[in-house]
């Protein structure tokens, strides 16, 4: 079958799904896509220029789009000749942290909302997120002041599901001498935003340091090109410890860093999924990530006693026994990789190409 695929935040984790799903989907899908930046114009905009520049959609058995996207502005434009469409949340406006001084970043939740209901099919990264998504809808709804819209989260449930985005990692090759273990290479390989907590991160190792305990640092995550206060400070605090501060775009290279690496650190407020926590625990690290989010979820249960935590005294102490005990640590990375093959696109891509199936047969919605 052949669908449409209309990425309006191509960067990311939006690019490597939409990436991995085309490359390892049997069906034949187009992508068109806009830079992964002005993330707020993109929501408010984006469907009104798709509609205007997409080819003609009696080509296509279906439409994907994303959660950064308003569906019902692009199907009251395109008309009664749009295919079925699918939308696949990664994240949504109305349960994500708003950023600091920022008031008006709630208002524009109700096009999450509005994108779902307007949707033939909809899928949540994570169930975590598909639970916290519609049981926040009614609450979010209760804040109008009348006429609302009632069984919202009952009608969106019902055409929802829950399916894992797919990983790629190249393969690297990485000798037991280039892994660092003593003292072990921590990575940070998440965004340079707010909802990462990096402020928490950063604070963590300057307790490790105060106790004596020796590390290594490599923070690879991605930023939007500013310069953040707590990033230049601990480049500072921390410069013989880092040996590598920033962005790595090459794949190879990125994985070859999380091969080295021996623990993988997260102190979201905000995750809906985990990627870049799975692919480091693919590469063989291991993880120490806050019990709540999606991490319970992802994290297989025997493993939660010895990595989860659940407050920051928790962290300090649990990061502290995995440098100064590292080798009773040892048999848990190979195994915890293997877990998290699960989530590899070989594994993950025919059940997505069955939902795209079943998506092609579903009853259009006006």
Partial sequence: MKYLFLESFYQGSHALF?????????????????????????????????ADNIPPLDNYDGI???????????????????????????????????????????????INISTALFADMVVFNSNTHRETFLNTVPEYLEKGRDFRPLNVSERIREKSCVCYPGITLPAVSIT??????????????????????????????????EMGLDFKLAVLGESDGRRLDQFEEAEKQFKN???????????????????????????????????????????????????????????????????????????????????SEHKKYDDFSESLSKEMSVFLWEHTAAKYDEILRQLANTKRLP
Avoid at 95 to 105: R, V
Avoid at 278 to 286: F, K
Avoid at 299 to 308: A, S
Wanted: net charge neutral; aromatic share 14%; with cysteine.
């Fill in 18 to 50: 939409a990436d991995g799903l085309i490359n390892h989907s049997a069906h034949d899908i187009d992508l068109m896509t806009m830079p992964g930046e002005n993330w707020k114009w993109r929501m408010l905009g984006s469907a009104l220029y798709f």
């Fill in 64 to 110: 994907i789009v994303t959660d950064l996207f308003n569906l019902a502005d692009f199907k009251a434009a395109v008309g009664p000749k749009c295919p079925p469409v699918l939308v696949y949340f990664h994240e949504n406006q109305i349960t994500y942290p708003p950023p600091p001084g920022d008031k008006g970043a709630f208002q524009i939740g109700i």
């Fill in 176 to 209: 037991e001498a280039e892994k660092l273990k003593t003292p072990p290479l921590i990575i940070w390989n998440h965004r340079w935003s707010y909802d990462k907590n990096y402020k928490l991160f950063f604070n963590v190792l300057k307790e490790i340091e």
């Fill in 241 to 323: 410890r880092i040996l590598q501060f920033g962005f790595v775009p090459s794949r190879k290279e990125y994985a070859a860093w999380l091969s080295r690496g021996a623990i993988v650190i997260s102190t979201a407020k905000q995750e809906n999924f985990g990627f870049s926590v799975i692919e480091a625990m693919t590469m063989g690290c291991l993880p120490l990530l806050p019990n709540r989010l999606s991490y319970p979820e992802i994290l297989p249960d025997r493993f939660h006693k010895h990595f989860l935590y659940h407050n920051n005294k928790e962290l300090v102490e649990k990061l502290a026994a995995m440098i």
